[in-house]
């Protein structure tokens, strides 16, 4: 199934000069949703996952059935603010702007392997703070998994280190 099909492309949104890459078009449809999970699954169904850690928000909407199948734990990496336990904190920048992310203390333990979750990889600055908020809670990240790559903006030159996955590239 050619999932890229089923993206939407909003140019200047959420400003001018942005082209949005939309994927409510592409869950809205079952069987392109349950394609695209199926294809991230396949990406790392070899790897040995304990967790789960998607980004806010769409990403939340691709890691947890992710984690049910995989069996492992799922866990919300959270805009700030959302989190009602002690949480960390790492700021970073965006192809518009700056934002931060939070994990629950208690969300990983120590030596856990944790595979990062997110619908598109734009400029890598979500994704790396979440690898960063992991491993400072002591997991080890064992790559970090994407619907959509924005290859232009070289978003996994910042994941250096992490190996990544993608399945549509723009």
């Known amino acids: 199934m050619d999932l890229a099909a089923y993206i939407r492309s909003i140019p200047d949104f959420p400003q001018p000069g942005v082209l949005f890459r939309d994927i409510t078009t592409l869950l809205k449809d079952p069987c392109a949703f349950q394609a695209a999970i199926d294809v991230l699954y396949s990406k790392i169904e070899d790897q040995t996952i304990d967790v789960v850690a998607a980004i806010e928000s769409r990403g939340f909407i691709l890691g947890a059935p992710l984690a049910l199948k995989l069996g492992c734990s799922f866990v919300p990496v959270r805009k700030p603010g959302k ?57 080890n990240v064992i790559g970090a998994l994407f619907l959509i790559e924005l290859t232009d903006l070289c978003g996994a030159d910042k994941l250096q280190g992490c190996p990544t996955w993608s399945v549509i590239r723009y």
């Open 83 to 139: 989190l009602p336990a002690a949480a960390i904190r790492a700021e970073y920048s965006l192809e518009y702007g700056t934002n931060a992310l939070e994990l629950h203390v208690d969300a990983i333990h120590p030596g856990q392997r944790v595979l990062v979750v997110d619908d598109l990889l734009a400029t890598g600055g979500s994704a790396q703070a979440a690898v960063s908020l992991i491993e400072q809670l002591g997991g």
